[in-house]
C-alpha cells in the first residue's frame, strides 16, 4: 500500500528539505493548517490531500496514478530535490533567500550550507522572469531599498547586456553578495563601479571576472 501524502510531507519537513511556510506558498494552503497536520492533531481533508498528491507527483516523489497496484512511492534524496527545484527555475515562483541577505554594502559575507537553499518560493505573476530575490541588508541604498527589504532579480548571463545605470543584485567569488547601481568603470572596460544611492556611501570598482551570478533587480518591496 502506497505511503499516505501527509507522511510525506511530514517526512520532508523533519529532513528539512522544506519549511511548513514554504509549503503554504507553493501549495495554497493554509500554513495552520499545515502545522496541524505536521504534530498529527489533524488531518487533511480528501481534497487537501488531493492538492498534496499533485504536489508531489510533480516532485516525482509519488508515481502519476496511485491506484496501480504495486506502485510505490521513489525514495527521493530530499535536499537534491530542491537544489534541483532552485537551479531549474520552479514554475511555482522564484526562490527566496531570506536567511542569507545581500549587504547593501561591500563587504565579505559568507554563507553556510543551509543557506544554498531557498526559504520559501513566492510567485509574482507580473514578475515571472524573476528567478532569485533576496532580503537586502544595510543603509547604502537608502531611501530606495531599505534595509531588510525583498529585492527581485533576473539573472543575466551575458556580461554585455548590462544596462548602465540599473540596479543589480551582485555574487562575487570572494563571497561579496551586494545591490548597487552599475556604471561603466571611465578607465577599463574590464571593470565596473558598484555605485550606492546613498551620497555618503563609497563607489567600489569590481572586475567582471569576479562576477559568478548577477540579477537585474525587477522589484523592491521595502518594510514600512
Known sequence: MDKPAIEIVRELVKNKAYKVTEIAVITGINRDRLYKWMDGSANPKTEDNAILEKWLQQLEILPNNLSLPGNQPAQPNYLATRRNLKNENNPTGMPVFESAPATLSVVESYRDEKQDYPDFWLSIPQYRKCTYACRAKGDSMHPLIRNHALVG????????????????????????????????????????????????????????????????????????
Open 153 to 224: 532579480g533576473m539573472e543575466i548571463v551575458d556580461m554585455n547586456v548590462i544596462i548602465f545605470g540599473d540596479v543589480y543584485i551582485v555574487h562575487t567569488k570572494n563571497g561579496i553578495e551586494t545591490i548597487k547601481y552599475i556604471h561603466p568603470h571611465p578607465s577599463d572596460e574590464e571593470k565596473l563601479l558598484l555605485v550606492p544611492y546613498n551620497e555618503h556611501a563609497k563607489t567600489t570598482p569590481l572586475h567582471k571576472r569576479d562576477i559568478i551570478r548577477l540579477y537585474q533587480a525587477q522589484f523592491v518591496l521595502n518594510p514600512i
